[in-house]
């Protein structure tokens, strides 16, 4: 065998240990470590910021045709932050989300379609306060690759429109418009291929 040869054995090994062989179907789970859940909704005038802290999610792919993904997460509601205690508490009570009775957003995906180079509209049924409803996530993929300490990761963008109302998460009357109907959400995600 020649240095050539040595050196590219060499190297082939390298990388077969840095990228996986790709299976037809991949599993990832989401790391919350080095993901997020936001949201911002008006208040008056201004936009109010708020986050989940607390939620998983598995997502399924095959890359060579990603329009038969899947993926499911789960939120905790009580894991809210809008940066006020007593926001948060408000929040979280009958008027709003209702934690006490239903602690957990859930979503899960039906179908993908893909609208772009790396871009992909991910239909799935997402339940908030008891009610479910079919919602159009706009998905975009960032890429897969390795990680740090010997992760595989797959790294994606997420956001969504939704309204407040169509999940019976009111507020109480009083407010009037105060609050706005449209939740934009923005979701970031960093998911680690599964051993």
């Not at 911002?40 to 005038?45: A, L, N, P, T």
């Not at 979280?92 to 239903?102: E, I, L, N």
């Not at 859930?106 to 509209?121: E, R």
């Not at 109480?172 to 291929?193: C, K, N, Q, S, Y």
Request: charged fraction near 20%; charge should be positive; proline fraction near 4%.
């Amino acid at each position: 065998m020649t240095k050539l040869h040595r050196l590219l054995f060499v190297s082939s090994l390298a990388l077969g240990l840095l990228v996986p062989a790709r299976a037809a179907v991949e599993t990832y789970n989401i790391d919350p470590v080095h993901s997020s859940v936001g949201f911002s909704i008006r208040h008056v005038f201004s936009k109010i910021p708020g986050s989940f802290t607390k939620f998983s999610g598995t997502l399924v792919v095959d890359r060579a045709d990603l329009e038969k993904s899947s993926v499911e997460a789960v939120i905790e509601i009580k894991s809210l932050d809008t940066r006020s205690a007593k926001r948060d508490a408000d929040v979280q009570g009958a008027d709003y989300f209702d934690s006490a009775k239903h602690p957990t957003i859930t979503f899960k995906s039906t179908s993908w379609k893909k609208t772009g180079a790396d871009t992909y509209d991910v239909t799935g049924n997402l339940t908030i306060k008891g009610v479910t409803k079919p919602v159009v996530l706009q998905a975009k993929l960032l890429g897969f690759g390795p990680g740090l300490m010997g992760a595989y990761v797959s790294g994606w963008e997420v956001t969504t429109t939704l309204k407040r109302h169509d999940f019976g998460v009111n507020g109480p009357a009083w407010l009037g418009t105060a609050i706005g109907e449209e939740v934009a959400v923005t979701i970031g995600i960093e998911a680690d291929l599964k051993k």
